[in-house]
């Protein structure tokens, strides 16, 4: 019965792993189910440093996803402004987009948000239409590179769990 519990726990876990993609806090959401797994079997030989270090690789993961956008930016031409308007426009681009292709349009959404955003701002600011486009260019992909690091590093976390979830 209890590797019947650790099996569907693992795969919650993965479910709410899966909710990276959509620009939810999928790694954040999984360190607090593994906080709740030890709250309620004490027994586990998960300790403090492995929570610190579950703690870690989840904001490790945030700051990667933020800044590879702003690097993205930077490193084709962005300004301050392009940067912070691809990512609110990532941000509003994931709730847009939600609803279609059966929600992996908040992928896509944040994506093309993250280009839109820049693009517009970058053009507001007096840029040429190719500075613009190059900087919103690089946003995207900074967007896309964040996206796999946080996913990556989520599925780290979870790899790590198992030997501690697992009876």
Known sequence: MAELGAVLFILFMLLCWASNFFNLPGNWINFLLLALWKWTHPDITAGWIFFIGIFILAFLAELIEFFSQIWGSRKYGGTNKG????????????????????GVGAILGAIAGAFAGSL????????????????????????????????????????????????
């Open 120 to 167: 517009i701002a970058e053009l507001l600011d007096r840029r040429t239409w190719f500075e613009a486009f190059q900087a919103s260019k690089g946003a995207m992909w900074g967007k896309v590179l964040g996206i796999i690091a946080k996913a990556g590093l989520g599925m780290l976390m979870i790899t790590l769990s198992i030997s501690k979830i697992w009876p």
């Open 83 to 102: 940067s912070w308007a691809a990512f609110f426009g990532a941000f509003f681009g994931a709730i847009l987009g939600a609803p279609f292709f059966l």
